[in-house]
């Protein structure tokens, strides 16, 4: 420490041109980029490259240009998938970032008892494996030794069954919300620690309340959080797989084998061994959620001007 | 919400503190003090309307809790969210260890394994990233993080499919490698360390360093190091939770029950029920789920400290 004292006096100005030149933060960096390439890069390529072909049964790989993008885009099953998502995500996301925020805001205001207690209890079905999480949902959800059951019986009524065909979207939206309502809190809440004191100054100064403070400072300070959180959602509800997966054991009839993008494109590869057309739905899948997340960040960053 | 109170008067000493210049630091403690002149009066009402998510986050919790001290046949026909019958965690717990052939205490040393080496892995890369991102200027750096913030909204199947090809034409598929390799990479990881480093080391200090002659590893590792403890820490444990947790890429990978981590082979024992002949072990899954998020919750617990002050300094920059 004490050597920073001596040594930060002289300005270094040689330094920043130096350093501009130097390839030593690749020595830092190249070892992420070289693990990167491999598991990243190099299968996007490799996609790309099989999307272009198609296996035939005689005479092996065939070069078909776009032929696979033009099927999967006239493939009513990749689109009822896309739109059932698409319907996940309009509603889904909003309630659970909406919960999240109000818990944040209310854990920042410091009007609770026992803020740590809620902190951390609310975050962590975050530690909670999706499997886990969708098995543990799915005996709940179950008419019988599930909770619904139970609350059929001792109430002598009929729930609809969360399982049914109608029901199974909502249900999984569920187990989604219950899973990350607690790390966006904790994104919004860690977010909101940060705002600089000033700002509560001049708002206290100017009599302002506390429903004004949180709309004229708290959210636009967050709206950087807010915009990730929104962003990462989007991404997660286009992936949707794991927990659909799952609850196909128990619901077999309501979750069919293409029910999401995600879980057609893994149906296709593993089950049908049509992988260049598989690999083809991946990246359609891929483009749309990277065109909905940068139509986001656009709006998010629009409102900031 | 309730309506808004006035705030409390003004103690003196708060006025120093929050009048100081810049913006601090460490912003928490120090908005912390100069709140809590203002802090206003807590509210039951508020308390119990936010107490219904907390009861929403912990129901499945004390459900799987309550129902790993059941007997599979009391798990039928009993009310979910109470005691019933036997008290059979333990005969439930010895149970769990001992199914064919001790089959989940393979699956968690499998687990333990890619945990390990893909979670500590993907740590140090995302660090040392994260660090030579922050503090060093370099050819192509603004390449680096345009494809990397691009490749996090690619879906995990698009990736999936072409790595398991590529996998199997290495003859990777089946093994160890398969699941840890594509785990060593956390773009959430580098980006936080990034944010991280940047606030949490002076360039002075590395400057100081340099003219005393230090190799930059030297550097990283006796002074960078321990000022990004609480980064590494926060890393450590999301990209636990990424590999403790992963069930796509083990599922595609691999095909040996003899390699599957914890969550492939509860949902085995969870299919078994519906399968020809398969024996129903309900009980052991549940047993076995409450196994499986223990370790991870008490992970959480324990180091609570550090990670929350990680992610609070990673959302600076946001």
Do not use: C
């Amino acid at each position: 420490m004490a050597q920073a004292v001596v040594v930060a006096v002289p300005p270094t100005s040689g330094s920043g041109r130096t350093r501009r030149r130097s390839w030593t933060g690749w020595g830092f960096v190249g070892p992420f980029m070289a693990v990167f390439g491999l598991v990243f890069l190099a299968p996007i390529a490799y996609s790309l490259y099989l999307s272009l072909f198609r296996q035939q049964l005689v005479g092996g790989n065939a070069f078909v240009g776009l032929e696979n993008f033009q099927r999967a885009l006239g493939d009513p099953n990749l689109w009822e998938g896309f739109f059932r998502v698409a319907l996940f995500l309009a509603v889904q996301v909003p309630i659970m970032l909406g919960i999240a925020l109000l818990v944040a805001l209310a854990l920042d205001g410091g009007r609770l008892y026992g803020t740590a207690f809620f902190r951390i209890s609310i975050f962590l079905p975050y530690a909670v494996p999706a499997v886990v999480a969708t098995l543990m949902w799915g005996f709940m959800y179950g008419t019988r030794f599930g909770l619904v059951g139970n609350i059929n019986d001792a109430f002598g009524i009929a729930m609809p069954d969360p399982l049914s065909s109608e029901l199974v979207l909502a249900s999984i939206g569920n187990i989604v919300t219950w899973e990350f309502v607690g790390y966006n809190m904790l994104i919004f809440y860690s977010a909101l620690r940060v705002i600089p004191a000033s700002l509560y100054e001049a708002a206290e100064i100017d009599g302002a309340g506390q429903w004004r403070v949180i709309t004229a400072i708290k959210l636009p300070a967050i709206r950087g959080a807010l915009v990730i959180a929104t962003i990462f959602s989007i991404i997660g509800s286009f992936q949707l797989f794991s927990e659909p997966v799952i609850l196909q054991q128990l619901a077999p009839n309501a979750i069919s084998t293409d029910y999401t993008p995600n879980l057609y494109a893994y149906s296709l590869s593993f089950s049908g061994q049509q992988y260049n057309y598989s690999a083809t739905v991946a990246i359609i899948m891929g483009l749309l959620t990277m065109l909905v997340a940068y139509l986001v960040q656009l709006r998010g960053m629009r409102k900031e001007a | 919400m309730t309506a808004s109170t006035a705030p409390t008067g003004v103690p003196a000493d708060a006025a120093p503190v929050a009048a100081r210049p810049g913006r601090p630091h460490r912003a928490t403690p120090v908005r912390r003090a100069a709140r809590g002149s203002s802090r206003p009066r807590r509210s039951v009402l508020l308390t119990l309307t936010t107490g219904i998510v907390l009861v929403y986050s912990l129901v499945p919790l004390a459900w799987l809790l309550i129902n790993a001290t059941k007997t599979q046949s009391s798990l039928f026909g009993s009310f979910g969210l109470w005691f019933s019958g036997d008290f059979a965690l333990f005969s439930n717990l010895a149970q769990t260890l001992t199914y064919d052939d001790g089959i989940f205490v393979r699956w968690l040393g499998n687990t333990l394994l890619y945990v390990v080496a893909g979670a500590g892995g993907a740590t140090a890369l995302a660090v040392i990233g994260g660090y030579g991102l922050a503090k060093f200027s370099f050819p192509g750096k603004r390449g680096v993080f345009a494809v990397v913030i691009g490749a996090v909204a690619v879906p995990g199947t698009a990736l999936a499919v072409p790595t398991f090809l590529m996998f199997s034409r290495m003859g990777l598929t089946n093994t160890p490698w398969s699941v840890i390799i594509p785990s060593l990479i956390s773009p959430f990881g580098l980006y936080l360390m990034w944010t991280f480093a940047a606030e949490a080391i002076p360039t002075e200090l590395l400057e100081a360093a340099r003219m005393d002659g230090a190799s930059e590893w030297r550097t990283f590792f006796r002074i960078s190091l321990p000022l990004l403890a609480p980064g590494i820490v926060t890393v450590l444990l999301f990209t636990m939770v990424a590999t403790w947790n992963n069930y796509f890429l083990p599922l595609i990978m691999l095909r040996d029950p003899d390699w599957y981590p914890l969550t492939l082979g509860l949902n085995a024992w969870n299919a078994q029920a519906t399968t020809a002949g398969g024996e129903a072990i309900f009980n052991l899954v549940i047993t076995g789920a409450l196994l499986t998020i223990l370790p991870l919750i008490a992970a959480f617990l324990l180091l609570q400290r550090y990670w929350q002050s990680g992610l609070a300094a990673g959302s600076v920059k946001e």
